[in-house]
């Protein structure tokens, strides 16, 4: 019987080694990769505990070392997928009545086993399966992935915690009650960290999940079902499938126990899905809720005071790190006049520093884009900026798939501010930069608040207070998280929560209690110890 108010261990952000040369931790995720190369693994889909394999079988390939296979993983069909929602839902009632401590138990655990023993498993599996460097493997896979597991216990407490006020005999309480039905979450490819985070979260709150992550990033997914395991989550909890969408969509979209969307992905994507939710609401036994992170065309303005080689350098960190393949990344720059040809000296000394390969060299900067449908809609703008009169190519522009999907970091000067590339959602290593005229800053805020259907993140470099309260009122609605003389990349759980508007999702801010309250459904319960045995109120007295 539990009968105490626990506090649990206060969360805090979790570090990250140097991995330098020559030091342990180096030697060690070294060997990691190279044991996880050295075979082959068959990836199984969970469902109610167990593993499920069938005939249908994806092979999963580094993007940066097409010719080795890691293995392969299983698909389903809308068997497994109606198995998978069936096991969640008879996990239901369990869970949802597990003490709320023992819940904490087992994610806070989780957390624990990712930094210890999982440590080097993990960022080995994001490295090959998703083409990122140890600095961004760690960051991603290891550091945020136990901030969005620690911090959410917090988080739920304080929900938890947060109750009514009460009168006289009567004692007025709140019992946050997870959603009626299960959850469907769909994750992302590029953050190993947001694919543990849409399932889990839900499941904090005593949600059972759907979960199904992308194709690409299945490798590294599976270590976080493992951990999962290892914590001691139950069966039906979270259940991983994997397959084909639109098939996936048919059977969970109609399905009267769906109750909750958790999405990271494209805004079109999510579009048709929540048209397709709209179009089924007669079917639900409750409205569903709706939560989605989406695409993004991330700014930086830089007014003429601005520091040169500041605004280079973020430039430089925002757009390349894991080759631009951030909602976050810096993908649209604006520039004054006086000091576009400082910055582009230091732009380019930045990038032609900067080496593209394999994730194995730790030299290496910048590695391959995630798969050939995303090389080939990068190299498609940058052939785009080649051909057109309105752009220019100034620094990179190269692309090869011979061996892997590599990219060059490239950099284009639009003579148009709502030349393409200024305007759309790349995802991939490229910068579009339009130069202003210094007497223009007011009127380029309102063009980069009007050019694009996103409002995820940005930045603005500026010195003076007026300059940067200026631009920040103009930009309110521009972004979700926004950056004072900072790249618009790298948010921190519990420091800032992220998420956007417009184009970009629905701000639900993921790492923060503004998420985990979508994932309940609050009972208010009043209770009296002294009812009322009659009917008339005292002003009922005649005089």
């Known amino acids: 019987m539990s009968n105490g108010f626990y506090a649990v261990p206060p969360a805090k952000n ?9 030091s342990q931790e180096r030697k060690n995720i070294l060997a990691a990769i190279r044991q996880a190369k050295a075979r082959k693994i068959d990836i199984p889909m969970t469902i109610g505990g167990k593993k499920v394999r069938t005939k249908d079988k994806s092979v999963m390939r580094p993007p940066h ?53 999982y440590r080097d498993k993990m960022n080995a599996a994001t490295m090959l399966c998703q083409s990122k460097n140890i600095y961004q493997a760690e960051v991603d896979c290891i550091a945020e992935m136990a901030d969005f597991l620690r911090f959410n216990v917090q988080f739920m407490t304080e929900i938890y915690a947060e109750q009514p006020i009460n009168t006289p005999a009567v004692w007025n309480r709140i019992e946050y009650r997870p959603l009626e039905g299960f959850v469907f979450a769909i994750t992302p490819f590029n953050f190993t960290a947001i694919a543990a985070n849409l399932p889990s979260a839900p499941a904090m709150l005593g949600n059972t999940v759907v979960w199904k992550p992308a194709d690409s990033q299945v490798y590294s997914a599976s270590v976080i079902m493992e951990i999962f395991e290892e914590a001691g989550l139950p069966d039906g909890v979270i259940n991983m499938i994997m397959g084909d969408g639109p098939e996936m969509g048919e059977v969970v979209f ?206 603005i470099f500026a010195k003076g207070r007026d300059v940067i309260n200026m631009a920040s009122a103009a930009l309110k609605n521009a972004a979700g998280n926004f950056y004072i003389n900072d790249k618009p990349t790298g948010s921190v759980v519990g420091q800032q929560p992220f998420g956007g508007a417009r184009g970009s999702g629905t701000n639900d801010k993921a790492g923060s209690k503004f998420n985990l309250l979508r994932w309940v459904s609050p009972l208010t319960i009043k209770e009296n110890f002294v009812p009322p045995r009659d009917y008339r109120y005292p002003w009922l007295e005649s005089e």
């Open 254 to 459: 109609n399905h009267p126990d769906f109750a909750g969307l958790h999405f990271t992905g494209s805004t079109g994507v999510f579009n048709s899905l929540w048209k397709q939710i709209a179009q089924n609401l007669d079917t639900y036994k409750t409205y569903p809720k709706i939560v989605g992170e989406t695409g993004g065309k991330d700014f930086v303005v830089a007014h003429p005071s601005a520091d040169p080689k500041v605004v280079a350098t973020a430039l430089t960190r925002a757009a390349f790190e894991f080759q631009g393949q951030k909602c976050s990344a810096a993908s649209r720059a604006y520039l004054p006049a006086s000091l576009w040809d400082k910055i582009l000296k230091f732009l380019k000394a930045d990038i032609e520093s900067i080496k593209v390969g394999t994730v194995e060299d730790f030299g290496n900067f910048v590695n391959a884009v995630i798969d050939e449908r995303a090389f080939d809609k990068i190299s498609g703008y940058i052939k785009h900026a080649k051909r057109s009169k309105d752009a220019e190519v100034l620094i990179g522009g190269g692309f090869d798939k011979t061996e892997g999907y590599f990219i060059e970091p490239t950099v284009i000067r639009a003579k148009k501010a709502d030349y393409k590339s200024m305007v759309e959602e790349i995802f991939g290593p490229v910068l579009t930069v339009y130069v202003y005229k210094d007497a223009d800053f007011e009127k380029i805020l309102k063009v980069v608040d009007e050019t694009s259907q996103y409002a995820l993140t940005g930045s």
């Open 14 to 22: 979790e570090g990250t080694p140097g991995y330098l040369k020559g």
């Open 65 to 117: 070392e097409l010719s080795h296979e890691l293995g392969t993983f299983n698909n389903g069909t809308a068997k497994e997928f109606s198995r998978a929602i069936k096991a969640a839902l008879s996990a239901k009632e369990a869970w949802a009545n597990t003490p709320w401590q023992e819940r904490a138990a087992i994610f806070l655990k989780a957390a624990d086993l990712l930094c210890g023993p």
